[in-house]
Nanobody, 126 residues
Framework: QVHLTESGGGSVQAGGSLRLSCAVS??????????VGWFRQAQGKARERVAD???????TYADPAKGRFTISQDGAKNTVYLQMNSLKPEDTAMYYC??????????????????WGQGILVTVSS
């Protein structure tokens, strides 16, 4: 059973940085090349994708994250990170990591993220 657990959230002033971590467990096939993504949901808004890594290691960023956020992984994708720099109040949200089923994923359709963490709060004050 796949589990994802986020850590590293908190409160920061605008312009500051945070690094989120997502611990991934439960994939049993060493050949699995699954997607892992970071998503966020601000109060009263729809959930949106922030960044993801596909099974080939290609990284994709949503426009608000480009140039400020960096997604990375350890060698085995047991932990996926989201480094967030130059944070803005509009980055305030619950942040979730999510992953797809096992297999070989060369891109990451949003509706294929099946496993989700519990979320972690990021608050950016002005």
């Amino acid at each position: 059973q796949v589990h994802l657990t986020e850590s590293g959230g908190g409160s920061v002033q605008a312009g500051g940085s945070l690094r989120l971590s997502c611990a991934v467990s439960g994939y049993t096939d060493s050949n699995d090349n699954y997607c892992v993504g970071w998503f966020r949901q601000a109060q009263g808004k729809a959930r949106e994708r922030v960044a993801d890594i596909d099974g080939e290691g290609t990284k994709t960023y949503a426009d608000p994250a480009k140039g400020r956020f960096t997604i990375s992984q350890d060698g085995a994708k047991n932990t996926v990170y989201l480094q967030m720099n130059s944070l803005k109040p509009e980055d305030t949200a619950m942040y979730y990591c999510a992953s797809t089923r096992g297999g070989s994923w060369s891109f990451c359709p949003m509706n294929q993220f099946e496993f989700w963490g519990q979320g972690i709060l990021v608050t950016v004050s002005s």
